[in-house]
Nanobody, 115 residues
Framework: QVQIVESGGGLVQPGESLRLSCAAS????????MGWYRQAPGKERELVAG???????NYGDSVKGRFTISRDNAKNTVYLQMNSVKPEDTAVYYC?????????WGQGTQVTVSS
């Protein structure tokens, strides 16, 4: 049974940092392209950061230079380090695992940036 579980969300003030974690089980983690997406109210889900073709990394334009994705294959976990957060980063953040026709999503974790 595949499980994708996000954690680390919460309420933060503008300019602060937050680290999200995504633990995966039931898959061969090292072969999967792992990524973070987010969806704000009334908006479409968008890519935040993701690994493709193994180690290549893509970032959404709005988070470049502020967010960093990393993965620990020994722990089956992918992280999203969020620095200098802004109110517009408020969204539900979802973890995604993709390989060939297999595409799994977590339930999401809420991140709210507000003073």
């Amino acid at each position: 049974q595949v499980q994708i579980v996000e954690s680390g969300g919460g309420l933060v003030q503008p300019g602060e940092s937050l680290r999200l974690s995504c633990a995966a089980s039931g898959i061969i983690f090292s072969i999967y392209d792992m990524g973070w997406y987010r969806q704000a109210p009334g908006k479409e889900r968008e890519l935040v950061a993701g690994f493709t073709s193994g180690s290549r990394i893509n970032y959404g334009d709005s988070v470049k230079g502020r967010f960093t994705i990393s993965r620990d294959n020994a722990k089956n976990t992918v992280y999203l380090q969020m620095n200098s957060v802004k109110p517009e980063d408020t969204a539900v953040y979802y973890c995604n695992a993709k390989w060939n026709r297999y595409d799994f999503w977590g339930q999401g974790t809420q991140v709210t940036v507000s003073s």
